[in-house]
């Protein structure tokens, strides 16, 4: 699965108007969103699982500290 296909499955159950940022991870992309002002409401991001676009919600302290750290920034 590609970033912009993560993203495509994302934007049908985003939370704000405006793409904030992406995180690829070994299994799945993070996505999250703010307002037009750069404002992230207080929700957790939504996951897309490369395997099979499956979506939820990404929240950190269910995530071991090994696991985050693989994370990188894409978008």
């Given at each position: 699965?590609?970033?912009?296909e993560?993203?495509?499955?994302?934007?049908?159950?985003?939370?704000?108007?405006?793409?904030?940022?992406?995180?690829?991870?070994?299994?799945?992309?993070?996505?999250?969103?703010?307002?037009?002002?750069?404002?992230?409401?207080?929700?957790?991001?939504?996951?897309?699982?490369?395997a099979?676009?499956?979506t939820?919600?990404?929240?950190?302290?269910?995530?071991?500290?090994?696991f985050l750290?693989?994370?990188?920034?894409?978008?």
């Amino acid at each position: 699965m590609t970033i912009k296909e993560a993203i495509k499955i994302a934007d049908k159950d985003k939370y704000a108007e405006k793409l904030d940022q992406v995180w690829e991870y070994p299994d799945r992309f993070v996505v999250s969103y703010c307002d037009k002002d750069g404002n992230a409401p207080a929700v957790s991001s939504l996951y897309v699982m490369k395997a099979d676009g499956t979506t939820g919600v990404f929240f950190p302290p269910r995530y071991s500290k090994k696991f985050l750290d693989e994370g990188k920034r894409v978008y």
